[in-house]
């Protein structure tokens, strides 16, 4: 996991770097080819300067006219300029200058040939003078507006390119991690169902000759009732193959709890209906093994559950199995129902006996149980708690 987000972040920065880069050269290209086809169109291309100027001359020259100004009167030239707000503008005569400023403080770079009267003689138009006629420019920075508008397309235009390449290069990486990820989980599932299905096919496969075992034990005990020794080693290997008996069972309770099969839970019904039969139950076995019941804790309300009957006679088959392994049968078994607004449970203890060492196992029967708890949306929990061993069962009210 920790290498595939290495991997994406890695994918990611060199996104972002190729989209960094991406958008500057884009932005550059635009940027100069649009420059040069506008300076051309505005320059030499078209008649926009000649249509903006001329206004400009016709009424300087009526205000020239009025005033007998001549071209040495450059205050009062200079006077009307400003209040027309001209940007620029220069008088020659015979291509020489007499006279040229600038009323601005800063120019964008692509308008700088219109501040610049060696560019600027080809748009010049004559205005008569009280001396002299002579060339006249008007620049008001029309042209400005033209150049500002293109950066701000191209800029808007370069970052939406880089933004939909992201948004691109980051939906394949996410779809790939998918893939990879959908793969990978595939991989899991297919070998956890490989798995419990090799669980449950060796605990069927050993249940079998255990049972053959058991069974000729049975025939060898009858055959030698007489003879104490040979039933003292009869029972102890009849204890052993039913020791191994209970754990192949707890293998393949655990297995199947385990499984990534869905399960279905019977019909909700009665929590009396259905734990009452299963506690009398394990309540009339303990007895006849001669352990003491305490059951007064054990009452019931009218409230229903979900379960899956199936899983609860595994349950409560494999805790009582527990129960014989290493409770103490000197102690009693004390057994209790509990109610919350939204849960029901039941609590089984028993006394621990010290040469019994149930927390030092694998616990695969308890671990069995738990899975097929959380399979029917309940819980199972344990403590250990003065000199008892606690078990609670805790299922969800319907």
Partial sequence: MRDDLKRVKKKLFLTFAIAIIGTCAVFGL?????????????????????????????????????????????????????????????????????????????????????????????????????????????YTGFTEKYYIALMIFDVGLSLMLGIVFVYLRIRKIIAGYQTELEETQSQEKKARQEKDDLMRNMAHDLRTPLTGVMTYVDVMKLENEAYVENMKNLNFISEKVLDIRTQVDNLLDFSIAGSQRPIELDASMDV????????SDV?????????????????????????????????????????????????????????????????????????????????????????????????????????KFWVKLEFPIV
């Avoid at 506008?38 to 205000?63: R, T, V």
């Avoid at 949306?377 to 344990?382: A, I, K, P, R, V």
């Fill in 30 to 138: 635009l940027y100069y080819l649009g420059i040069d086809w506008l300076s051309y169109y505005i320059e030499a291309g078209s008649l926009m300067i000649y249509y903006n100027e001329k206004p400009y001359i016709d009424e300087f020259q009526q205000y020239v006219s009025d005033n007998d100004i001549s071209t040495t009167d450059v205050e009062q030239y200079d006077e009307w300029m400003a209040e027309h707000d001209v940007a620029y503008y220069s008088v020659q005569e015979m291509g020489k200058v007499i006279y040229n400023k600038s009323n601005v403080d800063k120019i964008i770079s692509p308008a700088k040939n219109m501040y610049d009267y060696r560019y600027t003689g080809s748009y010049q138009l004559p205005v008569q003078f009280a001396d002299i006629e002579a060339e006249v420019f008007i």
């Fill in 272 to 279: 009396e209906y259905i734990f009452g039969d299963y506690l």
């Fill in 283 to 387: 309540c009339a076995q303990l007895m006849k093994s001669n352990y003491e019941v305490d059951a007064e804790g054990i009452s019931f309300k009218q409230v229903k559950v979900a379960v899956n009957m199936a899983f609860l006679t595994r349950i409560f088959s494999n805790l009582t199995d527990n129960i014989y392994k290493y409770a103490d049968n000197k102690k009693p078994v004390v057994m209790k129902t509990a109610f919350t607004k939204k849960t029901f449970s039941v609590e089984i203890g028993n006394g621990v006996c010290d040469n019994k060492t149930l927390l030092k196992s694998a616990g695969i029967g308890l671990k069995s149980v738990d899975a097929m708890m959380q399979r029917m949306n309940g819980s199972m929990s344990f403590k250990r708690e003065h000199g």
